[in-house]
């Protein structure tokens, strides 16, 4: 497909499971971010990806969460011994360019985790 | 630190009306602003973006407009329909990162 690609696209955990939840964004996109979008908020910046290279994690909110890009396209948001403030819709958007340019961010749909 | 802030938090109006949503951000220096859609349960969908240089951008019925140096975007939808009910999100990207910073939407109902 032409955009971005979340799955699974519904997660339900268990309170201290691991989760791991994937992005593939559009082909040939440089850069890729993450956000997390609470119930009735918005979206908060996670990390930042420029081709392989994490330039910004600032946003994580806890060493339990931790994300890769290993061959600079698909990306990997792991979140480790879940708890229930975790639960959120997980967003992953690309965008053509690096840093500091002016792109577009192109969203996919998101992945709803839910912890029990 | 960006904070981003939009009014009002939810608004019902009857299918046909003009509206305004507004959003306004601390920090000035921003490379651009964007409107987003989100329908219940879906991602984002870029409505329209404004560049820092920009004062507007207009798409069909939609019209953004960007004063930058008071720190205010307004969204404005003409002759608004049922089918422009969702969430209206606006964020600005700041030159310090790459980190988009959101506001916490409008929820728009349009009546028919």
């Known amino acids: 497909g032409a955009g971005v690609s979340q799955s699974p696209r519904y997660k339900v955990a268990k309170r201290g499971q691991d989760v791991a939840l994937r992005c593939d964004p559009i082909?040939?996109?440089?850069?890729l971010f993450w956000y997390q979008q609470a119930l009735g908020q918005g979206p908060e910046f996670l990390t930042y990806?420029?081709?392989?290279?994490?330039?910004?994690k600032s946003g994580l909110p806890s060493d339990r969460f931790f994300a890769e890009r290993p061959e600079g396209s698909v990306s990997t948001l792991k979140i480790q011994r879940t708890q229930q403030e975790d639960s959120a819709v997980y967003l992953c958007?690309?965008?053509?360019?690096?840093?500091?340019?002016?792109?577009?961010?192109?969203f996919g749909a998101g992945t709803r985790l839910s912890v029990l | 630190k960006q904070e981003v802030t939009q009014i009002p938090a939810a608004l019902s109006v009857p299918e046909g009306e003009n509206l305004v949503l507004n959003c306004s951000f601390t920090?000035?220096?921003?490379?651009?602003l964007q409107w987003f859609r989100q329908d219940p349960g879906k991602g984002l969908t870029s409505l329209l973006l404004?560049?820092?240089?920009?004062r507007e951008q207009t798409s069909g019925r939609l019209n953004a407009s960007l004063d930058k140096s008071s720190g205010r975007s307004t969204l404005y939808i003409a002759a608004s329909q049922p089918g422009d009910s969702a969430t209206y999100l606006c964020?600005?990207?700041?030159?310090?990162?790459?980190?988009?910073?959101f506001g916490e939407g409008t929820q728009l109902t349009v009546n028919p």
């Open positions: 958007a690309s965008s053509p360019r690096g840093q500091g340019s002016k792109n577009i961010q192109y």
């Open positions: 082909s040939g996109h440089v850069s």
């Open positions: 990806f420029q081709n392989e290279a994490q330039l910004d």
């Open positions: 920090d000035s220096a921003i490379y651009n």
């Open positions: 404004i560049q820092s240089s920009q």
């Open positions: 964020a600005a990207l700041s030159t310090s990162g790459s980190r988009l910073t």
